[in-house]
């Protein structure tokens, strides 16, 4: 989260709803955050202290924070990790637990 001019805020109006994957539809939006894992912790520390609960995944050719705002819509901020989704699309696919 190097550029200091990057900002993203959520708010809470009314009653958070409870998240419920039915298929077809938005399910998160994404945020590319930066090239490095030192990024992502940056984003992670952030987030935790400010209450929000985060999932970390890694996608091979990205790094990924899960969570949800306070509507309980998905967001993920994300780091690149690797070009190779170019030549190998499927590999965007990949879904493994991340170790910050």
Excluded: C
């Amino acid at each position: 989260m190097q550029d200091s001019k990057t900002r993203v805020a959520a708010f809470a109006f009314g009653k958070p709803r409870v998240h419920i994957w039915r298929g077809a539809g938005l399910d998160h939006v994404a945020f590319n955050i930066g090239t490095s894992l030192d990024e992502l912790r940056e984003a992670r520390t952030k987030l935790e202290a400010a209450g929000v609960s985060t999932t970390p995944i890694d996608h091979e050719v990205t790094k990924s924070l899960y969570f949800q705002d306070p509507d309980g819509n998905g967001i993920e901020v994300y780091v690149d990790a690797s070009q190779a989704w170019r030549s190998e699309p499927q590999r965007v696919a990949q879904v493994m637990p991340l170790q910050l």
